[in-house]
């Protein structure tokens, strides 16, 4: 058995239920009765939480891995750039000219690389986590012949 309940709605939202209504061609009582179940089903808000909080610890996990390749790029130029400075001799003034063309042909060289490399997907990172595995397992296999 149904029960009848009349309510007023603001103009701008009686607008919007009739025009869903008609876009849908369903009854508006059905609308007004299926958002009504939605709103007050304890089920909807858990499921509501739920979903929310497996989309975060995915953004979150997702957030740690940027973070830690971030990490990885600034310590790895940190670290080219104070290799280049401390063997790198400054140069004269007279071999500057020669310095500056080749420089920008290994510059374009390297900017070439890089294109190579990032079309293959293959990342620093990635290469990294290969490089330190096995020298885990390495150190690993060490510590237990001691």
């Known amino acids: 058995m149904r029960t009848k309940h009349t309510f007023r709605l603001p103009p701008d939202l009686a607008i919007k239920l009739a025009d869903y209504a008609?876009?849908?061609?369903?009854?508006?009582a059905l609308i007004v009765e299926t958002?009504?179940?939605s709103f007050l089903s304890p089920d909807g808000s858990e499921r509501l939480e739920g979903a929310l909080g497996r989309r975060l610890d995915r953004l979150n996990r997702q957030l740690e891995r940027l973070e830690r390749h971030v990490t990885i790029s600034n310590e790895a130029?940190?670290?080219f750039v104070r290799f280049w400075?401390?063997?790198?001799?400054?140069l004269p003034d007279t071999a500057q000219p020669g310095a500056q063309a080749k420089g920008r042909e290994r510059y374009e060289g390297y900017v070439e690389a890089l294109g190579r490399r990032l079309a293959k997907g293959r990342t620093l990172a990635d290469e990294i986590s290969e490089d330190i595995a096995p020298a885990d397992e390495t150190t690993d296999e060490g510590s237990h012949h001691s």
Do not use: F
């Open 22 to 28: 008609q876009r849908k061609r369903v009854p508006q």
């Open 35 to 37: 958002a009504l179940a």
């Open 77 to 79: 130029l940190a670290l």
């Open 85 to 90: 400075l401390t063997a790198t001799p400054p």
